[in-house]
């Protein structure tokens, strides 16, 4: 069960910062993603803090700061990321999850999520609008099992553009 937030705490990072529409501007973004689940943090031992932060790495991800049940993380959005409608690649490789049903009105979107990895499978929905080409808000809710453990999740995010510069982010690619 204590895996169960880390997994999800990054869906809908991911999902706000890839699914934009292409005005967004590139560079290293701040997004952060508050939760039920990241409140749970400071119960979890140090030992397996550790073991989440393997996991993280195991899908290439860092482990984002996590703080009165709020993840924050850099991430850096590269042109050609910008330039997408609504990318699919990382759902698809990294989490198991795939876009369904994506539509792009204007400044916002909405998508569906379907997961079926081995550790996360079941359905989610993504909605958010970026206010500014620097800014946006949105939400995600995930139905399903993490770890086959029950999860009814759901998460805020919003995110603010830093600089032009990633310096040492990693791309969400």
């Not at 005005?23 to 400071?42: C, D, F, K, Q, Y």
Request: with cysteine; proline share 5%.
């Amino acid at each position: 069960m204590r895996k169960i937030f880390l997994l999800l705490s990054l869906l809908p990072l991911v999902s706000t910062v890839n699914a934009a529409e292409n005005h967004i501007r590139p560079g290293l973004w701040e997004v952060t993603t508050t939760s039920m689940l990241l409140a749970l943090v400071p119960q979890i031992p140090p030992e397996q803090m550790q073991k989440l932060t393997s996991l993280a790495k195991q899908y290439g991800l860092d482990m984002p700061q996590i703080q009165d049940g709020a993840a924050t993380s850099r991430v850096c959005i590269t042109q050609q990321m910008a330039n997408e409608e609504i990318p699919s690649y990382f759902y698809v490789q990294e989490s198991g999850c795939s876009i369904k049903n994506a539509i792009r009105t204007e400044n916002s979107y909405k998508m569906d999520l379907v997961c079926t990895h081995s550790q996360l499978k079941g359905n989610g929905r993504a909605e958010g609008t970026f206010t500014t080409p620097e800014r946006f808000s949105g939400w995600t809710v995930f139905n399903g099992t993490v770890q086959d453990n029950p999860v009814n999740e759901h998460a805020d995010t919003s995110g603010r553009w830093i600089s032009a510069s990633c310096g040492t982010a990693r791309s969400a690619h």
